[in-house]
């Protein structure tokens, strides 16, 4: 078999193996695979096609890693956020902890701000850490 066929195999292979993992490092990989083919079609020699698999990949894993860390992910806000709950009872009023009533269910709870701790206050739910809601008397904490 010729050298740029098993280049162009294994090139194919990876970028067809990236489409189930969806990290691009793959996909640069058979990127620099598919390169090492090219020029291993032209006739040059194997260390002239492992160089360029290998510059290219390096490049190209380089590049997807600088992308990743410098994109800010864009955090999908809760569909929870700004949804009423009503206060229940205090768990630790010094550490802003209590139970509050949201979806028919109680909820841990840390309280943002001043309350007064009247069963079925209305609260607002402001955000949300693990399994625990952070509620405020106002909307805006």
């Known amino acids: 078999m010729d050298t740029y066929l098993i280049w162009l195999a294994a090139g194919f292979l990876l970028v067809i193996v ?7 490092y793959l996909l640069v990989l058979g990127v620099a695979a598919l390169a090492g083919g090219l020029v291993a079609y032209a006739g040059l020699p194997i260390s002239v096609q492992a160089g360029a698999a290998a510059v290219l990949a390096v490049t190209g894993a ?3 890693n600088r992308v990743r860390r410098t994109s800010t992910a864009v955090k999908m806000r809760s569909l ?3 949804q009423p709950a009503a206060f229940d ?3 630790d009023r010094a550490a802003g902890q209590a139970r509050v009533k949201y979806r028919d269910a109680l909820w841990d709870a840390t309280v943002v ?3 007064s701790g ?3 206050e209305s609260l607002t739910v402001v955000s949300i850490d693990g ?7 106002n909307r805006q904490a």
């Open 18 to 24: 990236e489409l189930v993992s969806g990290t691009f």
């Open 62 to 64: 380089v590049w997807v």
């Open 80 to 82: 929870d956020v700004g």
């Open 89 to 91: 009872h205090w768990v």
């Open 113 to 115: 701000g001043e309350v």
């Open 118 to 120: 009247e069963p079925g």
């Open 131 to 137: 399994n625990t809601l952070k509620v405020s008397k």
